[in-house]
């Protein structure tokens, strides 16, 4: 059976000549980085190297990054950082209503400690009005933390936009881009951002690897305490295969972006017009402009995301869904809801996110076994229309 | 995540449909998470199951309880049937994960308001 794998904002698989460089970064170059000896000095030029790629591909400078252990770790390490530094100067931080749970969750989390945070909402496409920004600024306001792009519905914020808001205040600005990495430019100068949360396993890198820029006279405290490295900001023995991997992955995807943006744009479009074509009542969820290349989302209605997912893997094809069911919450995606999209169309949410390994052909395989499979799910729906006269209004 | 049995009925879900002026039909919606099972049923003589058929709107787990439940209960007699509980559906499907067990209420439900539509639609043509 052909299988076919959409579901790359999820994760992606290590590419090889990313396995090839770390690999003797595990067997013979096996050094502790903060070692004096050879083998550890072996080690401390390959993340020095590393560093200064992820520096190159972001426009920062090597001193600027400092390696973690992923978008999770960056997005907390970033916003706990800079409102413990700050927090003599004040309380408050503005965010969106469609990040992810590891900056909603974190700002939750300084809510309980005292910060207050303003969550801004996103029009119909999932995307945020710097207008919103500028009305909930406050006189307290330390930090802004804002995704570039999001992970479920693919649209891109106006971050140049929000960063000069931010900039005339001197209000620190955080931007998650652990899903536009490689996808769309992410320019720290250019964008006009203080930190940047990377993340490894999203552009073919290993999963527990990533990086935190954070520009140079930004206010910040570390979280953890220890031996010192990565200038102080997050000590701990250097994960040297990990960052070695990172490197890499960053490099090659930044270095391919413009070909291949253009090519996952082609076969993204391919994908929804002809979801579109084929299936009456689809809804797409978010714009269709403002929108990483690789990512499709649309709603099936009367048809539930977790049976439309176990279906399609049936037929070798690995999706996922904003339907409650898929949850372990039960509640139907924060992003979609805030998007104003209505419960029963969550619940039909089909998330594709297409990848380096896709073809036409995979495309096409999807576009021929989706309509039968929604055509048997939706003939077992009480909702779908059966009887003559009887049509059911999905709001 | 799923057990085989789950899998065998989500593939495969027996009694799926409906039955033309069936003798009782009953609609369950599940407020946790907003899924929705219609359970029609044809009752004999001796208010005996003979034939039940269902449609749902739900993750796997409730589909393939929808379908269980009907096996489970066609050839039972009403008061029979509405012995089953929740965790006997599951226990038949081999077990299903804690986040989805409350998707097993939606077959009794839907079972119940069934019988009770009969019942109604009998006294309605007892008392002509
Ligand atoms: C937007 C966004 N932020 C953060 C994360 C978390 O990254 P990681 O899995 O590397 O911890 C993800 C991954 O799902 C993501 O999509
Ligand atoms: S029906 Fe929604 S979780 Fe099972």
């Known amino acids: 059976m052909r299988r076919v794998y959409l579901d790359h ?138 995704m570039h792009a999001n992970n479920e519905v693919g649209s891109i914020q106006p971050i140049a936009e929000i960063s000069r808001l931010a900039r005339e205040r001197e209000i620190t600005f955080h931007v998650d881009a652990v899903q536009s990495l490689g996808k769309i430019p992410v320019k720290v100068d250019e964008l006009g951002i203080d930190l940047v949360s990377l993340s490894g396993h999203k552009i073919y890198g290993p999963k527990g690897t990533g990086a935190l820029y954070i520009r140079k006279g930004t206010k910040f405290k570390p979280l953890f305490h220890g031996g010192g490295q990565e200038r102080k900001l997050r000590p701990g023995t250097e994960n040297v295969p990990g960052i070695v991997a990172f490197g890499r992955a960053v490099e090659l995807a930044v270095h391919e972006l413009p070909e291949e943006a253009r090519r996952l744009e ?92 896709n073809t036409t052909e995979d495309v096409d395989y999807v576009l021929e076994k989706v309509p039968a499979i929604v055509e048997r799910l939706r003939s077992m729906s009480p909702l779908y229309g059966h009887r003559e006269g009887e049509t059911v209004v999905v709001q | 995540m799923y057990s085989d049995k789950v899998m065998d009925h989500f593939r495969n879900p027996r009694n799926v449909g409906e039955i033309t002026e069936p003798d009782g039909v009953g609609m369950a919606g599940n407020p946790v998470c907003g899924d929705m099972m219609e359970l029609f049923i044809n009752v004999d003589e001796e208010e005996r199951i003979e034939e039940i058929k269902f449609r749902t709107f739900g993750c796997g787990a409730a589909i393939a309880v929808s379908s269980i439940l009907t096996e489970m209960v066609v050839g039972l007699k009403i008061e029979e049937a509405l012995k089953i509980d929740n965790k006997q559906i599951a226990d038949e499907l081999g077990g299903l994960p804690p986040v989805k067990m409350h998707c097993s209420m939606l077959g009794r439900e839907a079972l119940e308001k069934a019988v009770e539509d009969y019942r109604k639609k009998k006294m309605a043509t007892a008392g002509v």
């Open chain 1, 9 to 146: 904002s999820a994760t992606t698989p290590v590419r090889p000549e990313v396995l090839e460089a770390m690999l003797p970064y595990l067997k013979e170059n096996f050094g502790n980085a903060s070692s004096i000896h050879s083998f550890g000095q072996d080690a401390r030029r390959a993340v020095e190297e590393a560093r200064e790629k992820t520096a190159q591909a972001i426009g920062a400078d090597p001193k600027e990054i400092v390696f973690t252990s992923g978008g999770t770790e960056s997005d907390n390490l970033a916003i706990r950082g800079v409102a413990l530094a700050k927090e003599k100067k004040g309380r408050h931080i503005i965010t969106s209503a469609v990040e992810h749970h590891a900056v909603l969750d974190t700002c939750e989390q300084l809510e309980k400690q005292g910060f207050t945070v303003t969550r801004v909402g996103v029009d119909a496409d999932g995307i945020v009005d710097p207008a919103e920004v500028e009305s909930a600024l406050r006189d307290d306001t330390i930090l802004i933390t804002i």
């Open chain 1, 266 to 357: 082609v076969l993204r479009d391919r994908l929804m017009d002809g979801l579109l074509q084929r299936i009456s009542e689809l809804k797409v969820n978010g714009s269709r402009i403002k929108r990483l290349p690789h990512n499709v989302n649309v709603s099936v209605i009367y048809v539930e995301g977790e049976s439309l997912i176990l279906c399609l893997d049936m037929e070798g094809i690995a999706v996922s869904s904003g339907s409650a069911c898929t949850s372990g919450s039960l509640e139907p995606s924060h992003v979609l809801r805030a998007m104003g999209i209505a419960h029963e169309v969550a619940h039909g949410s089909l998330r594709m996110t297409l990848g380096r390994d």
